[in-house]
């Protein structure tokens, strides 16, 4: 089902012309990706993540090293042959090991791998929630143009009813009852003007702080758009869809799989280790050196084997308390998973009521400029008072700034549904991108 947005009046197209340098919906979204803090703070934490995963690879791999030692020796003989010596030492030594058993080392490395899951769900989140942060500053300029065009559209058909009613007034076809309504009328529709004009202010202040360009200006939506509704016959096919890909989840289910990982870690502190070691050094000698000391070279491999025996019972209460963390892990996926569906069917359900309200409005907008015709129509014969004409007016309008509204809030709140269910990806603002244009 496609509902088709009407024309827009002729006072609201004369307020939004001039944007010779209107940016769409994409070309901010890509400048806010090289600006927004909080989506550069996520890209740093993505690169942080890899390179933590990467730093789990070596718990499992050999380590080397190298050491070095020199010393100095003055032997001084009291005995009857006073015969004094000085001499030094040198020593070198390379060793290396090779965990061959370790099973807290493996459950830390594959501990490693999950942290370039976590990366990747925290990234696809941050992605998703500047899409929508900035579709929403995108949108609120709109809605505020709409509603100040609306504004000045009122303003413009009071002062004829206003003019009017003085003419009326002069001749002595009408009461100054008429006149003092439509200026009580124009004075309110002033204020409301006013107030639209410092609303549209501060929502393009809010759109320049999200994009980090100065009067940015959103293009308008084409004439003639169609609003296209959620694909998915009902809310639970989206849930289905959040479940499986929503970033929040990902996230909690990681955290459940690193918890169990860290209880193995945990019980390993009872378990041997085996290690693989060699070396390789040699000891040179300088100076008054004897016989008993002569130069020389020493390699040796073996294995490391160690059996915890008894730690005081800090292994016990490190598992015990791995344990409380595991099950707090898998509370806090249970009550994700719980968010994220609520949050979906609220969203659904909010996309639906909207396109029944753009629907109806669009109705309640023809309606309305029908009744005002007619009431226009009827203050001229005089079978209708000027306060009616009034009335119309302010009905009419208030369903134009409504309506439009409405549509905004319907794009805005498909972009939610889909960020709800996991599955909102840049290709959706370039599909949305095609409704706007001059």
Do not use: C
């Not at 996520?42 to 690879?57: I, M, V």
């Not at 004829?160 to 003092?180: C, H, M, P, Y």
């Not at 998973?337 to 907008?365: D, I, M, N, P, W």
């Amino acid at each position: 089902m496609k509902l088709r947005l009407l024309p827009l009046t002729l006072s609201l197209a004369a307020v939004l012309t001039g944007t010779a340098h209107a940016q769409s919906l994409v070309q901010l979204y890509e400048a806010a990706k090289g600006y927004d803090a909080s989506f550069k703070a996520a890209q740093a934490q993505y690169q942080a993540n890899l390179a933590k995963a990467e730093q789990a690879k070596a718990l499992l791999r050999p380590t080397a090293g190298l050491g070095a030692t020199v010393s100095e020796s003055d032997f001084d003989n009291k005995t009857s042959t006073n015969a004094d010596a000085r001499y030094g030492t040198r020593t070198t030594t390379l060793s290396a090991s090779q965990p061959l058993f370790r099973p807290a080392n493996l459950a830390g490395y594959r501990q490693g791998l999950k942290q370039v899951d976590v990366a990747q769900a925290q990234l696809k989140a941050a992605e998703q929630d500047l899409i929508v942060r900035v579709s929403q500053a995108y949108f609120d300029v709109l809605t505020a143009q709409e509603s100040l065009a609306f504004v000045k559209a009122q303003k413009s058909a009071v002062s004829e009813q206003l003019a009017a009613a003085k003419r009326n007034f002069e001749v002595g076809t009408s009461t100054i009852t008429d006149t003092r309504e439509a200026q009580a009328r124009f004075d309110l529709v002033t204020a409301q003007e006013i107030a639209a004009e410092n609303d549209l202010r501060v929502k393009k202040l809010a759109l320049d702080q999200s994009v980090g360009t100065n009067n940015a200006q959103p293009l308008a939506l084409k004439a003639g758009a169609a609003l296209i509704t959620t694909a998915g016959a009902d809310a639970e096919t989206w849930v289905q869809q959040a479940t499986a890909q929503s970033p929040a989840i990902e996230q909690a289910r990681i955290g459940l799989e690193v918890a169990q990982l860290e209880t193995e870690k945990a019980k390993a502190g009872h378990m041997p280790t085996l290690d693989l070691t060699a070396s390789y050094g040699g000891t040179r000698f300088r100076g008054d050196a004897s016989p008993s000391r002569v130069n020389n070279n020493t390699g040796t491999i073996g294995l490391a084997f160690n059996l915890p025996l008894y730690a005081g019972y800090a292994t016990q209460n490190r598992i015990q308390e791995t344990v409380s963390l595991e099950e707090k892990a898998r509370n806090d996926l249970d009550a994700a998973q719980r968010t994220v569906s609520q949050a979906t069917r609220t969203a659904f359900f909010g996309v639906q009521s909207g396109l029944g309200q753009v629907k109806a409005l669009e109705a309640a907008e023809a309606s309305s400029q029908s009744a005002l015709d007619a009431n226009k129509l009827g203050y001229q014969v005089g079978v209708r008072i000027n306060i009616d004409v009034l009335n119309s007016q302010s009905q009419l309008f208030q369903t134009k700034r409504d309506l439009a509204k409405a549509r905004y809030d319907v794009l805005l709140g498909q972009l939610k549904l889909r960020q709800a269910a996991g599955v909102l990806k840049a290709e959706d603002v370039q599909t949305l991108n095609g409704l706007f244009g001059r």
